[in-house]
């Protein structure tokens, strides 16, 4: 059967030659993260629990998910969190299937409680958290379309659509770095720095601006001499950095909120301001692609926690990206790529109501030589959309 696959030439200014272009990420540690990653890191536990006992992924949805901020008393030395975090768990998931019940409640805790400890350290999880798991059951229409249909490929779970682009602006990939950067090396290198980072980048013409928000880990900063010069430290080694992916003048800020006299600082027990005010949901922070990024078309989908098997919020936001690099990286004399996928409720998740893949050629470049490669790219990509599955499962792909 063939795909209703469309190629389309557009006529429109390349991002970078836009004036003002605006990019975000929300780090590790951010509240809206925390839920994601925590919702994601359930769905792989599920599916690893459901292989290991039934040799099948099963139906669950864990994309909902509250993080629910605590209240705490920073200060330089040391404080405490007074009021704990909580963190709801919430969605649905097979519990029995063929004579064998699973510990869906317990999985999820357990996978919680872990992705915690990866991301953020200074957390005592025996005082300063509450995990409360609601998971239910999925609904039966639902765990019926789960099931694949005759090509053994899944059906989808739901008419939706997902959306990705090809390649990265200069600013998304610095955005993305520093965020990185932050995350991987500068907090490892000055333990200060803690896990909830915000990095927000403006380019205004040739000029690139980031502002940046970081928790500092109060036990590990002795005054405010300290917490100044890591800030110091952070703008030259993040301003450094930047040079390594452009030639544009870039400037960063640090935690500009800081005011000096009246010693307010961003200061934090645990390393997230989800300890003191700061609430997270499953699906309000990044994309699927791991950024936040107005001049592109977006998808509102929740990608994280979703089932990694047939639903479409997951898969072809995971996938459109894909598409869209591999056109980028097999076809000469695109400047940009735009993939959109829809899905219709119950129809093989290979076949989308329509792959929608929109370029913009290089000057010189005649989109009729280059629109049949287009297309072989996109029907070879959802030949092998199955594969998606297990690279999520494994954490080759990232969700947020």
């Known amino acids: 059967m063939s795909r209703n696959i469309r190629v389309e030439a557009l006529n ?45 992924y099963l139906h669950h949805n864990t994309d909902q998910g509250e993080i629910v901020a605590g209240e705490s008393r920073p200060k330089f030395g040391g404080g405490r969190v007074i009021r704990p975090i909580y963190v709801l768990l919430v969605g649905r998931a097979t519990k029995e299937f063929e004579g064998i019940t699973f510990p869906t409640d317990a999985i999820a ?14 957390l005592d999880h025996e005082r300063d958290l509450i995990v409360d798991c609601r998971i239910g059951v999925g609904s039966t229409d639902l765990q019926d379309v789960f099931r694949p249909c005759d090509s ?11 959306v990705g682009h090809a390649p990265f602006s200069e600013t998304e990939t610095i955005v993305r770095e520093v965020s990185r950067y932050i995350d991987e090396d500068l907090s490892k290198r000055r333990h200060m720095i803690g896990q909830d980072v915000k990095v ?16 500092m880990v109060d036990r590990h900063c002795a005054g405010l001499d300290e917490y100044m010069d890591t800030k110091a430290f952070m703008k030259e080694e ?3 950095l930047c040079r390594r992916y452009t030639s544009r003048a870039c400037e960063a800020h640090v935690n500009t909120a ?24 499953v699906g309000r922070g990044n994309r699927a692609n791991g950024l936040i990024t107005p001049n592109r078309p977006m998808s509102m989908e929740a990608t994280s926690g ?16 894909q598409i869209a690099n591999a056109c980028v990286e097999q076809v ?40 049949r490669s287009l297309e072989e790219i996109v029907d070879g990509e959802l030949d092998e959309i199955t594969c998606v599955t297990e690279k999520v499962i494994s954490g080759e792909y990232t969700t947020f």
């Open 258 to 281: 800081d005011s000096l006299e009246n010693c307010s600082v961003f200061l934090t027990v645990t390393g997230t301001s989800a300890e003191m005010g700061d609430d997270g949901s």
């Open 109 to 122: 805790v357990e996978a919680a409680h872990d992705h915690l400890r990866r991301t953020i350290p200074h």
């Open 306 to 321: 979703k089932n990694p098997i047939n639903h479409i919020g997951k898969i072809y936001n995971i996938l459109s990206s």
């Open 332 to 371: 000469d004399g695109i400047e940009e790529c735009y993939v959109r996928l829809l899905s219709q409720i119950g129809h093989p998740i290979d076949h989308p109501l329509v792959a929608s893949v929109q370029v913009l050629p290089r000057a010189g470049v005649a989109f009729d030589k280059v629109r």
């Open 152 to 162: 053994h490929v899944p059906r989808a779970n739901d008419t939706s659509f997902g």
């Open 200 to 215: 927000m980048g403006l380019r205004d013409g040739d000029r690139i601006t980031l502002t940046i928000g970081c928790a």
């Open 12 to 56: 429109q200014v390349p991002l970078e030659q836009q004036r003002i272009e605006l990019v975000e990420r929300k780090g590790i540690g951010h509240p809206d993260s925390i839920a994601d990653g925590i919702a994601e890191s359930i769905s792989r536990a599920l599916c690893r629990a459901y292989m290991e006992e039934a040799g099948a």
């Open 238 to 240: 993040i301003e450094a």
